[in-house]
Nanobody, 125 residues
Framework: VQLQASGGGLVQAGDSLRLSCVAS????????VAWFRQAPGKEREFVAG????????YYADSVKGRFAISRDNAKNTVSLQMNSLKPEDTAVYYC???????????????????WGQGTQVTVSS
């Protein structure tokens, strides 16, 4: 299984970015998929997730109303649309996936067996 994340970059506060994660060897439609991020000197944190069986969406409080996770089954891709970006959103963003997660564990990074390589998002003030 390989996950490939892309779409990061350097933007100004208030701008938008769209991250994408493409999978090979795994079908996103039957998997729980999430985005995590890690800022310098901080622990990796959950950003957004899509639970496999229900397709329900979950977000960290810090990004609710600004970020949106979505899935394209035809392209086996999961995206993270990030709007109204803030300097505190600066981090390396990772996509992660797993096929056997239970709902209570989806915000825990240790629950995900598959990870993309990370893409840097830098938001300047």
């Amino acid at each position: 299984v390989q996950l490939q994340a892309s779409g990061g970059g350097l933007v100004q506060a208030g701008d938008s970015l769209r991250l994408s994660c493409v999978a090979s060897g795994l079908t996103f439609r039957s998997s729980t998929v999430a985005w995590f991020r890690q800022a310098p000197g901080k622990e990796r944190e959950f950003v957004a997730g899509l639970f496999r069986s229900s397709g329900s969406l979950y977000y960290a409080d810090s990004v609710k109303g600004r970020f949106a996770i979505s899935r394209d089954n035809a392209k086996n891709t999961v995206s993270l649309q990030m709007n109204s970006l803030k300097p505190e959103d600066t981090a390396v963003y990772y996509c992660a996936a797993g096929q056997s997660l239970i709902l209570s564990s989806m915000k825990r990074d240790q629950a995900y067996p598959y990870w993309g390589q990370g893409t840097q998002v830098t938001v300047s003030s």
